[in-house]
């Protein structure tokens, strides 16, 4: 079945430091899905990327589509201590239903100030 | 306001014993969700309904049981099969019409088996 990979699974960075997280799927996807869990919370949607090769920008956050449509990239700039959470990018996992997804299994931000 | 409201936020089951997550939302959405989620494991589709009395299973089906007798609601019972229900659990919510449809979560429920 369908498989959605992120790396890394952990990651600490000093205030002001830039971040990363990469997402890979094993099949093309019609779209990606992006949310954010703050610790103690649910997922909430960030974004969406359609197109290939798309790249769209949330104030520090820049989010990329891969050409090939299987992968996919959150870039956080000069990180705060509200960017603290995990996570998860998220691909249609085949169907009708919107929003039957598969989801990485996340990446868990620190930032230490 | 509107959104999507899990109760309880907590609930502790004993061994053998079923439990059921309540699930409510008023935005009018047809489509309902419940994932499950693990440390270290992301979500995991439990079970889906696109429309009122029809529901698929998920990824991880088993030990567990739904309902979607009315469109705003759609309550999960864990059963005693479910081997290891100990987790978070989240209810969705999305429109089942166009594209680019966001999904929107529940709060979530923590269960703990003791």
């Known amino acids: 079945g369908q498989q959605v990979m992120q790396i890394p699974q952990y990651q600490h960075v000093q205030e002001g430091e830039d971040f990363t997280t990469y997402c890979n799927s094993s099949?093309?996807?019609?779209?990606i899905q992006w949310y954010k869990q703050r610790p103690g919370g649910h997922p909430v949607f960030l974004i969406q990327?359609?197109?290939?090769?798309e790249v769209k920008k949330q104030k520090r956050l820049t989010f990329q589509f891969g050409e090939a449509k299987k992968n996919s990239s959150l870039h956080i700039t000069a990180t705060q201590t509200t960017d603290v959470g995990t996570y998860f990018c998220a691909g249609p996992a085949g169907g009708t239903s919107y929003g039957k997804l598969t989801f990485g299994q996340g990446t868990i931000l620190t930032v230490h100030p | 306001d509107g959104g999507i409201t899990q109760s309880p936020k907590y609930l502790f089951r004993k061994e053998g014993q079923n439990v059921t997550l309540s699930c409510e939302q008023n935005l009018n959405h047809d489509a309902m969700y419940w994932y499950r989620q693990d440390p270290g494991q992301g979500l995991r589709l439990i079970y889906y309904?696109?429309?009122?009395?029809?529901?698929q299973k998920g990824d991880i089906a088993e030990g567990y049981s739904v309902s979607r007798e009315k469109k705003e609601s759609f309550p999960l019972t864990v059963t005693s099969a479910q081997k290891n229900p100990t987790a978070f659990y989240l209810c969705a919510s999305s429109m089942e019409r166009g594209t680019g449809n966001t999904i929107y979560f529940g709060e979530g429920s923590w269960l703990t088996v003791v």
């Open positions: 990327l359609v197109k290939s090769g």
């Open positions: 099949t093309t996807l019609s779209n």
């Open positions: 309904s696109q429309i009122v009395n029809d529901f």
